[in-house]
């Protein structure tokens, strides 16, 4: 009996190098066109009412906090000012944008580039973590909700806020896949951004030991990069100021010493009402979200801490608490909208929450809390623009 010959096998089709990329990008990072088009989305948004309000779409980026990470990014913390100096701020952003400083000469590019860079990158960060700990749906909820935040303004400012995010919520996500050393190097860029960054790797740390009831290689490498992050800062000031822990004396100059929470709280309410000469009053729009900020983050951390669907991981809550603690026990409220918006865990708290509601409900809620926002970002961008503080 005559055998049938076989078919010819097809020719292979080399795949073309950007077919090549997208298709990695796919594999490594599947569903995370949706955070980047939420950036996208956002970004144009907050560009189109700055621009409508008046404001300064290029300058504006680096007015307030942004003019310290703008002097770092030049001088380092040498020759600092003897009022409200530089060194008060940790420097992660402003190395960052180093080597983008020195290719292009331009500080408009650097700090543009440089938020964008960070804000995209936060925006996937708090998407992914998210995923791991829910879900897809409840992950992208989180996303809009990020965008929504009406202090997400400083997102697209010189600020340390995005690269916080980024760092912070990239970590965890890095840890729950497995891929330790990207979360090492997260940790250790983490502890350059904020004094408070050093208590991320900690807490994350505190948790793989409890949950696993031994010190492991990876808790003392996680351990280990944290404090070579805040090393090399400690460092930098040792050198060029003299001090290595300058940061912590000069936070008088913003009115800002160790309290009670409620003492801060207090404080806020009376900004409401301001008697002149008082330090750190930001605009009325922003004292006034100040407060709620207070209320937002309380309920996202204890819905975080006590959910059983789903039960998100304890260095969840823990990451909430460490987070704010600091901010909340410094006897001013001023800035707090900002502090709450690097509190990142919120997103997926209140994603989670919306989720639990029927169809309908979650709808109508998920419209009132985008008006809400919506309108108070106006207001915040708006003032903002003008050169008023808001955080």
């Given at each position: 009996?005559?055998?049938?010959e076989?078919?010819p096998?097809p ?7 950007s ?5 990695w ?11 980047v ?7 144009v948004?907050?560009?189109a ?10 300058e504006?980026?680096?007015?307030y ?5 703008l ?9 600092p000012?003897?009022v409200?100096?530089?060194?008060a701020f940790?420097p992660?952003?402003?190395w ?20 964008s ?6 925006f ?25 935040f009406?202090s997400?303004v ?17 970590a965890?996500?890095a840890?729950?896949?497995?891929r ?5 190097l997260?940790?250790?860029g ?7 960054g050093i ?11 409890v949950?696993?009831?031994?010190v ?9 990069a944290?404090?070579?992050?805040l090393?090399?800062?400690?460092l930098?000031?040792w ?17 800002r010493s160790i ?21 750190m ?14 209320g ?6 204890a ?10 991981p304890?260095?969840?809550w ?11 026990c410094?006897?001013?409220?001023a800035?707090f ?7 990142w865990?919120?997103?997926p708290?209140y994603?989670?929450l ?8 979650r709808r ?6 985008a008006v ?13 623009c003008v050169g008023?503080?808001?955080?």
């Amino acid at each position: 009996m005559p055998v049938a010959e076989a078919a010819p096998a097809p020719p292979r089709v080399e795949p073309s190098p950007s077919t090549a990329a997208s298709g990695w990008l796919a594999r490594a990072l599947p569903g995370a066109w949706f955070p980047v088009a939420v950036f996208a989305v956002w970004r144009v948004a907050q560009a189109a009412v700055t621009w409508w309000l008046g404001g300064r779409l290029v300058e504006g980026a680096y007015t307030y906090d942004g003019a310290h990470y703008l002097r770092i990014l030049h001088y380092g913390y040498w020759h600092p000012r003897p009022v409200m100096p530089s060194h008060a701020f940790f420097p992660g952003i402003a190395w960052l944008a180093t080597p983008l400083r020195w290719l292009t000469g331009s500080d408009a590019v650097t700090v543009h580039v440089t938020a964008s860079a960070t804000a995209v990158a936060a925006f996937v960060a708090v998407w992914g973590v998210s995923r791991e700990w829910t879900d897809e749906r409840t992950a992208r909820r989180a996303v809009v909700l990020l965008a929504l935040f009406p202090s997400s303004v400083f997102l697209w400012a010189f600020y340390s806020e995005a690269l916080f995010i980024a760092l912070g919520a990239g970590a965890l996500w890095a840890d729950r896949r497995g891929r330790r050393w990207i979360a090492a190097l997260c940790f250790a860029g983490i502890a350059t951004t904020r004094s408070v960054g050093i208590l991320v790797p900690a807490v994350v740390v505190l948790a793989r030991v409890v949950r696993t009831r031994r010190v492991d290689r990876w808790a003392v490498g996680y351990a280990a990069a944290a404090l070579a992050g805040l090393g090399a800062v400690l460092l930098a000031m040792w050198v060029q100021v003299g001090d290595a822990f300058a940061f912590m004396g000069v936070q008088q100059d913003w009115g800002r010493s160790i309290s009670w929470p409620w003492s801060s709280v207090l404080q806020g309410i009376d900004n409401l009402t301001p008697r002149y000469g008082t330090v750190m009053v930001p605009a009325l729009v922003a004292r006034n979200f100040d407060l709620w900020a207070v209320g937002i983050v309380v309920v996202a951390i204890a819905y975080v801490a006590f959910s059983r669907r789903p039960r998100f991981p304890m260095e969840a809550w823990m990451l909430g608490v460490v987070m704010i603690a600091l901010a909340l026990c410094s006897s001013v409220l001023a800035s707090f909208n900002r502090f709450v918006l690097a509190d990142w865990i919120i997103y997926p708290a209140y994603a989670s929450l919306l989720g639990r509601l029927p169809t309908w409900w979650r709808r109508g809620a998920m419209g009132v809390v985008a008006v809400a926002c919506a309108l108070t970002a106006y207001a915040l961008i708006g003032r903002f623009c003008v050169g008023r503080f808001i955080g």
